[in-house]
Structure formats: C-alpha cells, structure tokens
C-alpha cells in the first residue's frame, strides 16, 4: 500500500496494491497492520456502511461533533469526488478543504480523521460508497456544513445544481457551524 498526504496533511490517499491479469483484480481493501505500519495510525473500525447514489447526487457535508467519526472510504462502482473540510479550530488547516476523485477504476481511499465535515458528490452515472467509520452513528450528534459555502469555496465538479436531501438542503453556513476545539 502506497500512502500519499493531500494538502491537509491528516487526510491521506492510501493507494493499495492491485494485482490484476485477464481474470479480473484482487487487492486488500483493509489490513489493520498494513494500514498502521503505513499510516502509523492505530484505528478501530466499529461500522461499515454502503451507499449508492446516482449522479449528481451530493451528501455532505457531514460531521458529528460528539462521537466524532475517522472515515476510511472508497468507490467500488462508478466514481465521486470526495471531499473533507477542517473544522478543528486550532489546526492550522482549520477551514481549508480537500477533495479527490474516488473510483472503482483508481481503486484509492481516503482516510478522512475525526473533526472533519465529508462529503461527496456522483459524477458517474451511479456509484457506490463504502466507508468504514471509528464511531458509531450518532443522530443526535450529527451536523452539517453548507455544500456550497463561500467561505469554505469547494470547487465541486457540478454541471448543474446537485441532488440534495432536506438535511444537506438545510446545512449551516461555515461561520454558524460548531466546530472541534
């Protein structure tokens, strides 16, 4: 596994090994060691969860401010822009944003670490999203960044408006939002 850093240097691409011929693929989506001796992170993973979108659709973005949630997550059909936002006040990336292009076909994984809003967004005719979190899910912890803040300026990969839900409709603007000390 190869492990890059994205300009917020706690937000990884982990890039696994894939070992392919004419019969297809295989890679290790997890290893505990290999992901620790890569990263020299020491996670446990309580939940895995799956999703499948169609295009245009965006979730996010997303955060629990108690239970906060480590994310790994990956694409194992289609493709999305993923996207994690700061909201550690004291970092020195507070409010900064990083976004990458997840697929079934680059077979990367981001690992999104506790205090970050995430999100994502379909840009292939469907996909589906898999990520394994460090917390379980707390509703009544559950907050949500405005996907399209000024302040926070993601530059979405959109043809047009995005499919939203009410929840993500309805997310706080950056400066109303509760953040992570």
């Known amino acids: 596994m190869k492990v890059v850093p994205t300009a917020i240097p706690d937000v990884l691409v982990i890039e696994p090994k894939v070992f392919g011929d004419a019969r297809g693929f295989f890679f290790e989506s997890f290893n505990a060691r290999s992901f620790r001796e890569a990263t020299g992170l020491d996670e446990q993973f309580v939940q895995d969860n799956h999703s499948r979108s169609a295009q245009g659709v965006l979730r996010g973005l997303h955060y629990q401010i108690r239970q906060p949630q480590g994310k790994l997550v990956r694409v194992v059909r289609g493709t999305v822009f993923d996207v994690a936002v700061d909201l550690r006040r ?71 408006e995005p499919q939203l839900s009410g929840k993500d409709r309805d997310g706080k603007p950056f400066a109303e939002c509760e953040v992570f000390e």
Do not use: M
């Not at 020195?92 to 995430?118: C, D, K, M, Y």
């Not at 460090?134 to 960044?145: I, K, S």
């Open 90 to 160: 004291h970092s020195p990336t507070f409010g900064r944003w990083v976004g990458i292009e997840l697929s079934e076909h680059n077979h990367r994984q981001l690992w999104i670490p506790p205090g970050f809003a995430h999100g994502f967004v379909v840009v292939s005719e469907s996909a589906d999203f898999l990520y394994k979190t460090t917390d379980y899910y707390a509703p009544e912890h559950e907050r949500c960044l405005q996907w399209n803040d000024p302040t926070v300026g993601v530059e979405w990969p959109l043809a047009g």
